[in-house]
């Protein structure tokens, strides 16, 4: 028997279920939908059986699609490591990644991927750069930091950004809040109340420099370090905030507080790994890049990848 499985397709299988879905692998492996199905189909076609139940949600696989998948738990595993052993060969590869970050949420969905990072890469020393910082990309030019996580790409910066993801933010309000009965909230209905948010400059938050200040809206505000004490403050009516839907996601599960689509289209926050030119293309701060990435899109709901 001739085979003509090549690691495409396994990776393909892999996304697949990884994913729950055809779009959404292929949106994790930046192919068109029509590529994958097209795999598929040739995949079946080869072997005489489907692979999987067309119309099952999440995703269930026959028995002829189980055995691939085994095949990829095995193999693709194998490859990666192989590529990154290569690299050290070829590079000699030890180095540190220091991330500065500049959102109190990022700690939700970072730690998740640098432990997954660190597994692959247990040369590279893996830290981050203690407490909140204003100017993360301050400290790349001082060699404070190897990596400064951004809501923004600055073009007069001279460093690398390189894209992870988008989410959608939602504004918290309490049940008994007078806006709890509207579909979504525009700026004017921030102007009456308080806004609660973290101790930031109003420049680092998407709600004052997307919506209020277009709007020429000016609002109080309230600040908290912690989410915990945020919410405490939404749900007896001191204020409404704002957060990446991932970060209020057990609240709502709880219905502590309700949450509220800011505009008629959403409010949309992204976020990028910045870092210096010199930095950029190393093995493993690209790695890192695509483990966030992929960890994120897969785990955290709202996210999307740019």
């Excluded at 192989?82 to 700690?107: K, M, N, P, S, Y």
């Excluded at 709880?254 to 093995?283: F, H, W």
């Amino acid at each position: 028997m001739q085979s003509i499985l090549e690691l495409r397709h396994l990776k393909t299988l892999h996304a697949l279920r990884e994913a729950g879905n055809l779009l959404r692998a292929a949106t994790l492996l930046n192919v068109t939908q029509s590529a994958l199905s097209h795999q598929i189909k040739q995949l079946e076609e080869h072997h005489g059986a489907t692979l999987f139940e067309r119309k099952s949600v999440p995703v269930r696989f026959t028995p002829t699609g189980e055995r691939l998948l085994k095949l990829a738990d095995a193999v693709l595993p194998q490859v990666a490591e192989t590529e990154r052993d290569l690299v050290r060969l070829a590079q000699g590869v030890a180095g540190q990644l220091r991330i500065a970050v500049e959102c109190h949420t990022c700690f939700d969905w970072l730690m998740p991927a640098m432990d997954i990072f660190r597994k692959r890469w247990p040369e590279v020393e893996l830290d981050i750069v203690s407490g909140f910082q204003a100017d993360p990309v301050g400290l790349l030019y001082e060699h404070r930091a190897d990596v400064a996580i951004v809501a923004e790409v600055d073009p007069d910066e001279k460093v690398d950004y390189h894209a992870l993801f988008s989410f959608e933010i939602v504004a918290l309000v309490a049940h008994d809040h007078p806006l709890a009965g509207r579909d979504y909230l525009v700026a004017e209905d921030f102007a009456s109340d308080t806004l609660i948010t973290y101790p930031v400059p109003d420049d680092m938050l998407d709600i004052v420099r997307q919506v209020l200040k277009p709007a020429g809206i000016q609002t109080a505000r309230r600040t908290t370090e912690l989410t915990v004490a945020m919410l405490q403050l939404v749900a007896s009516r001191r204020g409404i905030a704002t957060l990446p839907i991932w970060a209020a996601q057990n609240y709502l599960n709880r219905d502590y507080v309700m949450a509220k689509r800011i505009t008629a289209n959403g409010l949309t926050g992204r976020l990028y790994a910045a870092c210096l030119p010199e930095v950029s293309q190393q093995a493993y701060l690209l790695d890192f890049v695509a483990t966030t990435r992929e960890s994120c899109y897969l785990n955290l709901l709202s996210v999307e990848l740019l």
